[in-house]
């Protein structure tokens, strides 16, 4: 059997996790060691034979490891990690501050150029499988509008962002798309809307003892890039009632895009594209490990720099031969 990817986690939360557990279902990877900022004997790592290091020995062990998936949270973890692992390692992430990611792109881009790696970011589902629907969407019917709702689900990146907020000691985000958006765009009006007229956020926080918890809720609905440009409720609930009420991570989403051709735009069509998770971590780590394939591939071929999901071509995220393709997908 030919060699397999050896893939590293960065960051053992929910999506290291998953990814762990993605890594069984692909046949051409193997799981080479997960890197963590905590206590490595802490870890109760499923895979058997492998080991948990703390993120610092990371450096030492590039020989080791052909792709690094970066796990970390977008708003404080992968704005540092993203640049520095770029530096080191062919490496996938699922950075998801979408006005960010110009800026994230170029750092990450920089020091994977100079390092002669393969880093493509921002490869979840949204940005990810979504962003490459957009561009289908939108280079096929060039006269039309495109539509990006989200949910009613569970953000990891919003969520991440509620439990670093000053007196947080846990809490989910959930996001919840507005119905009357939604039936108007399919009722082909294209309507401009605003995010705020697309989606509402919905808090479920756990307080320290003692926080201020008028302050917690003004840091989260003021929170620039994540809140402030929603309609946001925050509800403080204790930690049992957030187990048990919210201890899922579904999540969900549609693109549609509304077009029109003809001599005199008469006929009109819709292209949408659905998903409905039961695990977004789960789902996100499977795109991720999908584009460690690419990120390999790309970097036996002598490819370097940063990418994102709508450089790549969909054969490399396949583990089959082109003729496999051809036979089974065209």
Known sequence: MKNKIKVGIIGYGNLGKSVELGIRQNKDMQLAGIFTRRDPSTLKIITEGVQAYHIDQAKDMTDKID?????GGSMSDLPEQGPYFASLFNTVDGYDTHAKIPE??????KNALEAGKV??????????????????ADAILPEGKTYT????????????AIRRVKGVRDGKQYTIPVEGAIEAVKRGEMPELT??????RVCYV????????????????????????YDTEVYFVTAEELEKNHGGLPHGGLVIRYGKT?????????????????SNPDFTANVLLAF??????????GVSGAKTVVDIAPAYLSDQSAEELRKSFI
């Open 292 to 301: 460690v394939r690419a990120a390999y591939r790309l970097s036996r071929e």
């Open 67 to 71: 792709v690094m998936v970066l796990c």
């Open 119 to 136: 880093c493509i970011i921002s490869s979840g589902w949204d940005p990810g499988m979504f962003s490459i629907n957009r561009l289908y």
């Open 262 to 278: 003809g001599a005199h735009e008469e006929n009109r069509h819709t292209i949408e594209y659905k998903l409905e998770l039961d």
């Open 206 to 229: 756990v307080a320290e003892e003692g926080a201020d918890k008028e302050q917690i809720k003004q840091d989260i609905i003021t929170m620039p890039n994540y809140f402030a440009d």
């Open 104 to 109: 994230y792109f170029n750092k990450v881009n």
């Open 195 to 200: 995010a705020r007229e697309k989606h509402k």
């Open 149 to 160: 709702f989200w949910g009613t689900g569970i953000s990891q990146g919003h969520s991440d």
